[in-house]
């Protein structure tokens, strides 16, 4: 595998239901990202995590919770999610630290649909 | 926050054309991130440019920090090159590059 990776690709929930999407990176970065892009929106930050720890929460509601066990895996966990949480979810990788930015990679992303 | 705006919103060309999309932001930036997002909903990075010209086969882009603009130049398009067209900036924060997106610009390109 190379580069960023999500699985799901596809998912459809129910209200009720809890279901978790993974993230993988194979670029040795030590930043991953969430991204949320709903329909005829731009794309939102919903969490950042550097150094495996939580650095940004975009105050994104707590049916979402991140979790980062190490550099290479991010995990989005979901419970009783809305029907308005259907979008694409992004995860994006990066290196950190230091006084400069880094460019930042994509995953090809989770189409949900809650029903 | 910063505010970036794209143009145009959609457009529509014949294989073979040239076209130019905008990227305005409203405050300085780090960095600026051009991507195209295709059908299937995958971002592919096109450029890294904080500043000045860099060139990739028949795509291009500018940015011009002072002014607060980058410009994506597509030469000869190809039906390949349809989707979505996205600039993303950031001001760096401590460890983290946030991304700000703009509405992105839709192409369509017609054999």
């Known amino acids: 595998e190379t580069g960023v990776t999500q699985t799901p690709r596809h998912l459809v929930m129910g209200m009720t239901n809890k279901k978790s999407l993974k993230c993988e990176q194979h670029?040795?970065?030590?930043?991953m990202y969430w991204y949320k892009q709903s329909a005829k929106k731009p794309l939102e930050l919903m969490f950042v995590?550097?150094?495996?720890?939580?650095?940004e929460n975009n105050s994104v509601p707590s049916r979402f919770s991140p979790e980062c066990p190490n550099s290479s895996h991010l995990f989005l966990h979901l419970h009783t999610l809305q029907p308005e949480d259907s979008a694409l979810y992004l995860c994006?990788?990066?290196?950190?630290?230091?006084?400069?930015?880094?460019?930042?990679?994509f995953g090809p992303g989770t189409r949900l649909t809650v029903t | 926050g910063i505010q970036v705006e794209q143009s145009p919103p959609d457009l529509i060309l014949q294989e073979g054309a040239n076209s130019t999309l905008r990227c305005n932001f409203s405050?300085?930036?780090?960095?600026l991130q051009w991507f195209h997002q295709n059908p299937w909903g995958q971002l592919i990075n096109l450029f890294y440019i904080p500043s000045g010209t860099k060139q990739n086969g028949r795509l291009s882009a500018t940015t011009v920090a002072t002014e607060r603009y980058s410009l994506l130049y597509i030469s000869s398009s190809q039906t390949t090159d349809s989707g979505v067209y996205f600039c993303?900036?950031?001001?760096?924060?401590?460890?983290?590059?946030?991304?700000?997106f703009g509405q992105g610009t839709t192409l369509q390109v017609k054999p």
């Open positions: 670029l040795g970065h030590n930043a």
């Open positions: 993303a900036v950031s001001q760096y924060s401590g460890n983290t590059g946030k991304l700000i």
């Open positions: 995590y550097s150094l495996e720890e939580r650095v």
């Open positions: 994006a990788s990066s290196q950190t630290g230091g006084p400069i930015y880094h460019e930042q990679y």
């Open positions: 405050d300085s930036v780090n960095n």
